[in-house]
């Protein structure tokens, strides 16, 4: 059976594959992150997922933009700058139930966002959290992020001095029990982590690498926007993002490094976790995430697992009805017990 006859067949809860897609993207040709987007909305249709029980959550970005991508029938707030940790939180004590799929950048996460990042993770609070990770400010013209490796050199921004914030690390320490790194053009990776992270009883962070397309490329190039730059008169204010092919990677078996080359030319190591690698030791996830880093290679798989921890939900005891479901007679005390209360402050 072809994809194209699949996807016009409805799942068994009576929905195609369209219902589950949101808004055309106006994110750059070729962006990552339009791929990440496209397996949520095939994950979403293959697990039967209704719509109007998931909320959609994101910040401020390029990244966060993807959520009008997909699932364009299910609810869906965009915050402030970073803040889309708290909302998270607020909107899934009011009704647990929800399934979560929050959609943060390297910026959003890495640098405003950090605080509220770590206390999510460590609360537990059942969501999918999603890093587009590009190590650039891409909606602000390529400032480098707090991902930015060390070293590295933007035509913009100069050189970057300082060391990078592990999105994986950090999520560890901070008490997350899944947390996995992909790269965004390895579509079937990154589909299976998000089917595994959508079952997770508590917080699941996937942190996947997608390079942004409209800063990297060579300043000596007679065609490059730097070069343009420096030589031209201009008639008024306007901008050009080159249309770019999405970068895709083949299949590659566990233990083995894929170099992929950059728009710009430069490379990334991916480095697919070993078939023997055993991701429920958190001092061995960490281990292996400092190796990687040493290598200057990305990791990517599942790095660490532990289903032990509750959820915020279930530590607070919330009843099985949503707080949001309640009658008002349940959740507003009465005269006489706001009277009674009251007493014993006196």
Same mark, same amino acid.
């Given at each position: 059976?072809?994809?194209a006859?699949?996807? %016009?067949?409805?799942?068994?809860?009576?929905?195609?594959?369209t219902?589950?897609?949101? $808004?055309?993207?106006?994110?750059?040709?070729?962006?990552?992150h339009?791929?990440?987007?496209? $397996?949520?909305?095939?994950?979403?249709?293959?697990?039967?997922?209704?719509?109007?029980e998931?909320?959609?959550?994101?910040g401020i970005g390029?990244?966060?933009?993807?959520?009008?991508?997909?699932?364009?029938?299910?609810?869906?707030?965009?915050?402030?700058h970073g803040r889309?940790?708290s909302?998270?939180?607020?909107?899934?004590?009011?009704?647990?139930?929800?399934?979560?799929?929050?959609?943060?950048?390297?910026?959003?996460t890495?640098?405003?966002?950090?605080?509220?990042?770590?206390?999510?993770?460590?609360?537990?609070?059942?969501m999918?959290?999603?890093?587009?990770?590009?190590?650039?400010?891409?909606?602000?013209?390529g %400032?480098?992020?707090?991902?930015?490796?060390?070293? %590295?050199?933007?035509?913009?921004?100069?050189?970057n001095?300082?060391?990078?914030?592990?999105?994986?690390?950090?999520?560890?320490i901070?008490?997350?029990?899944?947390v996995?790194?992909?790269?965004?053009g390895?579509s079937? %990776?990154?589909?299976e982590?998000?089917?595994?992270?959508?079952?997770?009883?508590?917080?699941?962070?996937?942190?996947?690498?997608?390079?942004?397309?409209?800063?990297?490329?060579?300043?000596?190039?007679?065609?490059?926007?730097?070069y343009?730059?420096?030589?031209?008169?201009?008639?008024?204010?306007?901008?050009?993002?080159?249309?770019?092919?999405?970068?895709?990677?083949?299949?590659?078996?566990?233990?083995?490094?894929?170099?992929?080359?950059l728009?710009?030319?430069?490379?990334?190591?991916?480095?697919?976790?070993?078939a023997?690698?055993?991701?429920?030791?958190?001092?061995?996830?960490?281990?292996?995430?400092?190796q990687?880093?040493?290598? $200057?290679?990305?990791?990517?798989?599942l790095?660490?697992?532990?289903?032990e921890?509750?959820?915020?939900?279930?530590?607070?005891?919330?009843?099985?009805?949503?707080?949001?479901?309640l009658?008002? $007679?349940?959740?507003?005390?009465?005269?006489?017990?706001?009277?009674?209360?009251?007493?014993?402050?006196m």
């Amino acid at each position: 059976m072809t994809t194209a006859t699949r996807r %016009q067949k409805v799942n068994s809860i009576g929905l195609e594959f369209t219902d589950y897609k949101g $808004q055309p993207t106006t994110l750059c040709q070729g962006c990552g992150h339009n791929s990440i987007a496209n $397996q949520i909305v095939q994950v979403a249709y293959e697990l039967n997922l209704r719509p109007n029980e998931i909320i959609k959550l994101s910040g401020i970005g390029c990244s966060s933009k993807s959520p009008a991508y997909f699932l364009g029938m299910s609810h869906g707030f965009n915050g402030l700058h970073g803040r889309m940790p708290s909302i998270g939180t607020g909107a899934l004590m009011a009704n647990h139930h929800l399934k979560a799929i929050g959609v943060s950048g390297d910026g959003d996460t890495g640098s405003i966002g950090m605080g509220q990042f770590k206390h999510l993770c460590r609360r537990n609070v059942r969501m999918v959290y999603i890093v587009e990770n590009n190590g650039v400010y891409g909606l602000t013209k390529g %400032q480098f992020s707090a991902t930015a490796d060390e070293g %590295q050199e933007l035509k913009y921004a100069g050189r970057n001095e300082f060391p990078p914030v592990d999105v994986c690390q950090e999520a560890i320490i901070a008490g997350c029990g899944f947390v996995a790194r992909s790269f965004s053009g390895d579509s079937n %990776q990154v589909r299976e982590l998000l089917k595994a992270a959508l079952s997770h009883r508590g917080t699941a962070v996937l942190d996947i690498i997608s390079p942004c397309v409209a800063f990297n490329n060579h300043d000596t190039s007679t065609k490059s926007y730097s070069y343009g730059k420096e030589h031209e008169s201009p008639l008024h204010e306007i901008g050009f993002v080159p249309i770019r092919d999405e970068i895709m990677i083949d299949e590659y078996a566990p233990g083995e490094m894929k170099v992929v080359e950059l728009h710009d030319g430069s490379v990334v190591q991916l480095r697919k976790l070993e078939a023997d690698y055993d991701p429920t030791s958190r001092a061995a996830a960490l281990s292996r995430l400092e190796q990687a880093a040493h290598n $200057q290679e990305f990791i990517t798989g599942l790095i660490y697992f532990n289903d032990e921890r509750p959820s915020l939900a279930e530590l607070n005891n919330l009843p099985d009805v949503p707080l949001v479901n309640l009658p008002v $007679q349940k959740l507003r005390p009465s005269p006489e017990q706001l009277g009674t209360l009251l007493d014993k402050f006196m």
